[in-house]
Structure formats: C-alpha cells, structure tokens
Nanobody, 124 residues
Framework: QVQLVQSGGGLVQAGGSLRLSCAAS????????MAWFRQAPGKERVFVGA????????VYADSVKGRFTISRDHAKNTVYLQMNSLNPEDTAVYYC?????????????????WGQGTQVTVSS
C-alpha cells in the first residue's frame, strides 16, 4: 500500500516560483513511476509531467516544458515539482500520483494512488 501526502503550494505572483512535494509511504514506492496532474475549476484533470522509477527519465506536458522540473529523492521517499516562471494559467489544484509502468502517462485511470491535492494560485 502506498500513501501520498502533498505539501507546498499557495499564492504566488506571476513570474514567481513554487515547489510542491509529495511524500510517499509504503515499501514499494521505489518501483513506481510518479506523476503530477492539475485540475483547474470546471476543467478536467490534466497531465503535467512524470518521472520514472529510477529518476532517469522525465516527461512533461508542452504547456510546462522548460518551466517545471520533476525530481525524486528515494532516500526521502519524496517527489518534487519545481515550478518556475508561473503564470495565471498555471492556477489549479495539483495532484501527485503513482503507478507501475511507463505507458499512457496521461491516463488518470492507470494510476493506483493519488495525493490529496494542493492549491496553486498565480496572480497577475
């Protein structure tokens, strides 16, 4: 069993930075790919990016490529989402998620575990 607890987020001005954390408990964390999704009000949950089990591969949505970075620390059982150059379109609730495998990363139904979500608000 894997449980994901998120922290970070909040309110930031456009152009600013935030870092989200996702701490996992459970002995199988190291074998899971980890992803970040976001959901804006009235919209579907969309893929932001993912990192594979080893941390050696990452994938990002075009909308965040070059601005967001995902990393993981196996010793701390934690995955991070560093968000730079934020703009108001990045405002959403952000979720981390865990799964096995590395295909169809954008499919929410393929993820086994989800964090509780954390609000990120970017003011103009």
């Amino acid at each position: 069993q894997v449980q994901l607890v998120q922290s970070g987020g909040g309110l930031v001005q456009a152009g600013g930075s935030l870092r989200l954390s996702c701490a996992a408990s459970g002995r199988t964390f190291s074998s899971y790919a980890m992803a970040w999704f976001r959901q804006a009000p009235g919209k579907e949950r969309v893929f932001v990016g993912a990192i594979n089990w080893s941390g050696g591969s990452t994938v990002y949505a075009d909308s965040v490529k070059g601005r967001f970075t995902i990393s993981r620390d196996h010793a701390k059982n934690t995955v991070y989402l560093q968000m730079n150059s934020l703009n108001p379109e990045d405002t959403a609730v952000y979720y981390c998620a865990a799964r096995e495998g590395w295909r169809s990363l954008g499919s929410t139904n393929l993820y086994d575990y989800w964090g509780q979500g954390t609000q990120v608000t970017v003011s103009s």
